[in-house]
């Protein structure tokens, strides 16, 4: 998967030693610059944006997100509740299977709540109330992903209702629509899909009062065409006469943190092996799932090319071939960037690896200060 993110922005002059590793660091200014830059979407396009805390969940920013946005979207009732304790806004909740025994307490505490099927719809209609603004996920059968295992437009697909099956009854006592199909992906994709799919769902405009675009919009990037898209939902809004809804989750962190590590190790095995502090599998998964080669901070052009790899005893624990800014010594600093969004929620404690430590910078002012630090009790407490 070819990422399109990885400007250094102000971490080009950030001094990798003065935080442990390894270590989330994550720029005030930088999210709140992608936020201003999604308020301005909404403000022109008439849009509402929900921040999704499945990709970016640092709630120390809470109020900051809250500052700019319509609220947030959350995957279940653990992201429920941390909406309620910290953000601001609209809750707007979607689980691709909800348990009956967190239904009651996904309603007290959601504004929307969206169902991956109708048959979930007719399941928990007993836990709905007069009150209760439910939505359908559904899926346009219009693949757009780069990679098939994260399109949810993929053949047989789990994620949302295909649009094929669906008919007039299972949209009673549902107010809007939900869709997802973008991964890191520009304005085009959405177009296309939507052309594709508005046909489909024309007939019932006149029952529904949102429609929600989901995530996957990299709206934030410098050549995202974000005129476009304004003239796009203002289009929208006014055909069907719904709002409109967009979820960005990456967007809202893009280029805003690094993680920053240290060689522990370096040998020769055909080539030079350095070991580091940061796990492929236990702190960037995506790598190995997607899988991509995260960018490094002030990565050489030119020069000796050493594999790095994680800690643990996992033999696919590897990052990826780099030419180091730095000497190949063990103790060496190096960063990776991007990485405040996806990475910071999906660490693990796999092989007892130590979880990084999250740390909040303002580029501005320079202020650093440590947001929290995990001993080896966050594995112990994991286990029984």
């Keep these: 998967m070819e990422t399109r993110a990885g400007d250094p922005g102000a971490f080009a002059r950030f001094d990798?030693?003065?935080?442990p590793t390894p270590a989330f660091v994550v720029d005030?200014?930088?999210?709140?610059r992608n936020l201003s830059i999604l308020a301005d979407v909404k403000a022109r396009s008439g849009a509402k944006v929900l921040s999704a805390?499945?990709?970016?969940?640092?709630w120390s920013l809470a109020d900051v997100v809250g500052e700019y946005l319509d609220g947030v979207c959350t995957s279940g009732l653990w992201e429920a509740r941390l909406a309620r304790d910290y953000y601001k806004g609209e809750i707007a909740t979607y689980c691709a299977g909800y348990k009956a025994a967190d239904m009651a307490e996904i309603v007290a505490?959601?504004?929307?709540?969206?169902?991956?099927s109708p048959m979930q719809h007719v399941r928990f209609a007993g836990y709905l109330n007069e009150n209760t603004d439910v939505g359908l996920r559904i899926n346009p059968e219009h693949a757009e992903g780069e990679v098939a295992k994260y399109d949810p437009c993929s053949p047989h697909s789990r994620l949302g209702f295909p649009v094929n099956?669906?008919?007039?009854?299972?949209l009673e006592g549902v107010s809007g629509l939900h869709f997802h199909t973008l991964c890191e992906q520009d304005f085009e994709p959405l177009k296309r899909t939507w052309k594709s799919l508005k046909p489909k769902i024309a007939p019932y405009f006149a029952q529904l009062k949102w429609l929600n675009f989901g995530g996957g919009h990299h709206i934030t990037r410098a050549d995202y065409q974000r005129e476009d898209l304004v003239e796009f939902i203002k289009a929208v809004r006014a055909e069907t006469g719904c709002d409109v809804y967009l979820e960005p989750g990456e967007a809202i962190?893009?280029?805003?943190g690094i993680l920053v590590g240290e060689l522990l190790d370096v040998f020769n095995n055909g080539m030079p092996i350095g070991i580091t502090d940061i796990s492929a599998t236990c702190h960037m998964p995506d790598v190995i799932e997607a899988p991509y080669r995260p960018a490094m901070l002030g990565e050489r052009s030119d020069g000796p090319v050493i594999r790095l790899g994680g800690p643990?005893?996992?033999a696919g624990d590897i990052i990826g071939d780099y030419r180091l800014p730095v000497v190949a010594d063990a103790g060496q600093r190096f960063a990776f960037l991007d990485q405040a969004h996806y990475s910071m929620v999906k660490t693990t404690t796999f092989n007892g690896v130590p979880l990084p430590s999250i740390w909040l910078w303002n580029s501005e002012?320079?202020?650093?200060?440590?947001?929290?630090?995990?001993?080896?009790?966050e594995f112990r407490d994991r286990l029984s």
């Excluded at 005030?28 to 709140?32: G, M, T």
């Excluded at 505490?109 to 991956?116: L, P, Q, R, T, Y």
């Excluded at 099956?165 to 299972?170: C, T």
């Excluded at 962190?253 to 805003?256: F, K, R, T, V």
Aim: hydrophobic share 45%; glycine share 2%; net charge negative.
């Design 53 to 58: 805390l499945k990709a970016f969940s640092m």
């Design 109 to 116: 505490i959601s504004d929307h709540v969206i169902f991956n």
């Design 312 to 314: 643990s005893c996992l």
């Design 253 to 256: 962190a893009l280029d805003a």
């Design 365 to 377: 002012t320079d202020e650093l200060r440590c947001v929290r630090e995990f001993g080896w009790e």
């Design 28 to 32: 005030e200014v930088a999210v709140r």
């Design 16 to 19: 990798l030693n003065r935080v």
């Design 165 to 170: 099956q669906l008919r007039p009854e299972h």
